[in-house]
């Protein structure tokens, strides 16, 4: 037999030799309970709770702000390709950018109406369509 459990018989025979004998000593042998009770394990699962949830709302406004970024590159690669295209497409040997992002919508230097950008598009983060020019230091 196992030391282990006799030990575990013993306790429990001393237990029930105690309980009979009406003896109140029988709380002292006895082995102490393995976990812990629902009082001590409450807050633990709260605290887990809280953080988790945290977690989410922190992790939440990050991916609104990661997919407004993401809206932002996509048109500023349009952006782009639009003034490749208007430069590539300029008359005679002078290669030039347009004077204005609205240049793009309408090229003053054509006489058809051609057209790179359907509309300037919107900045996702500002939500204007005001597009500046950023210089480098």
Do not use: C
């Not at 945290?54 to 939440?60: E, G, I, K, N, Q």
């Not at 406004?61 to 932002?72: I, P």
């Not at 900045?123 to 020019?133: A, F, L, M, S």
Request: glycine share 6%; net charge positive; proline share 6%.
């Amino acid at each position: 037999m196992n030391t282990a459990s006799q030990a575990d018989d013993w306790f429990v025979h001393l237990s029930d030799e105690t309980s009979k004998r009406g003896n109140n000593d029988a709380k002292k042998y006895q082995r102490p309970r393995r976990g812990s009770s629902p009082d001590q394990t409450r807050p633990i699962v709260l605290l887990i709770v809280a953080l988790a949830i945290a977690l989410l709302l922190a992790t939440s406004g990050f991916q609104t702000y990661w997919s407004k970024e993401r809206r932002l590159i996509a048109a500023a690669e349009e952006i782009v390709a639009a003034l490749k295209a208007y430069r590539n497409g300029s008359p005679g040997t002078a290669k030039e950018f347009p004077l204005a992002l609205a240049d793009l919508s309408r090229d003053p230097r054509m006489l058809s109406d051609t057209r790179y950008l359907a509309t300037l598009p919107v900045d996702p983060i500002t939500q204007k369509q005001e597009w500046g020019v950023v210089r480098g230091a």
